[in-house]
């Protein structure tokens, strides 16, 4: 069994900068890729950003430039470093990981969600 649990969320003015953080525990042998997705009221799901394991990244154009993401390895832990914000970043975040288990079975997980908000 695999855990996903969230942090970091919040209100804050435009302009300002928030961290998520994403830490996977239980029964982990390798995190694959990694990354943040969100969704915003009225709209579908999208992707923010990923990271591989080899810590390749990729970036929605909306957020390139003003996001980083990031991973700790050894901490099972991923990152996204949001600058300047913007009111339309407002939005729940997810992480989402594909790992491979103990077990030798590839999963794909999902945190709890995190809110983020933007406004002044």
């Known amino acids: 069994q695999v855990q996903l649990v969230e942090s970091g969320g919040g209100l804050v003015q435009p302009g300002g900068s928030l961290r998520l953080s994403c830490a996977a525990s239980?029964?982990?042998?390798?995190?694959?890729?990694m990354g943040w997705y969100r969704q915003a009221p009225g709209k579908e799901r999208e992707l923010v950003a990923a990271?591989?394991?080899?810590?390749?990244?990729n970036y929605a154009d909306s957020v390139r430039g003003r996001f980083t993401i990031s991973r700790d390895n050894a901490k099972n832990t991923v990152y996204l470093q949001m600058n300047s914000l913007k009111p339309e970043d407002t939005a729940v975040y997810y992480c989402?990981?594909?790992?491979?288990?103990?077990w030798g079975t590839g999963i794909n997980s999902w945190g709890q969600e995190t809110q983020v908000t933007v406004s002044s």
């Open positions: 990271i591989s394991s080899g810590k390749s990244t």
């Open positions: 989402n990981t594909d790992i491979l288990t103990s």
């Open positions: 239980g029964s982990i042998f390798r995190i694959n890729a």
